[in-house]
């Protein structure tokens, strides 16, 4: 199972930026899939997920409004877009693929939001 995040960066605070996350060696379609975040001293949360049809999403409080999960089963990827990003939302972003209580991780792409 491999996860591969991608388009982390630095971005001024108000810009956007978009993650990618590509999954090999999974039936993509059949997994829940989510982004998490680690901020630096603080616990990995959850930004937002998606169910393997795409037609239920799930946000934090944080970036309702904000940002945008999405996904595209032929393609086996997952999208985040992010908009009006803030200082607080620096973080690594982790990609996630879950069924049956079973979790697969990717490696994380760092986002950088100046202020």
């Known amino acids: 199972v491999q996860l591969v995040e991608s388009g982390g960066g630095l971005v001024q605070a108000g810009g956007s930026l978009r993650l990618s996350c590509v999954a090999s060696?999974?039936?993509?379609?059949?997994?829940?899939m989510g982004w998490y975040r680690r901020a630096p001293g603080k616990q990995r949360e959850l930004v937002a997920d998606?169910?393997?049809?795409?037609?239920?999403?799930n946000y934090a409080d944080s970036v309702k409004g904000r940002f945008t999960i999405s996904r595209d089963n032929a393609k086996n990827t997952m999208y985040l877009q992010m908009n009006s990003l803030k200082h607080e939302d620096t973080a690594v972003y982790y990609c996630?693929?879950?069924?049956?209580?079973?979790?697969?991780w990717g490696q994380g792409t760092q986002v950088t939001v100046s202020s």
């Open positions: 996630s693929a879950r069924l049956w209580g079973v979790n697969f």
């Open positions: 060696g999974i039936s993509f379609s059949i997994y829940t």
């Open positions: 998606i169910s393997a049809g795409g037609g239920s999403t």
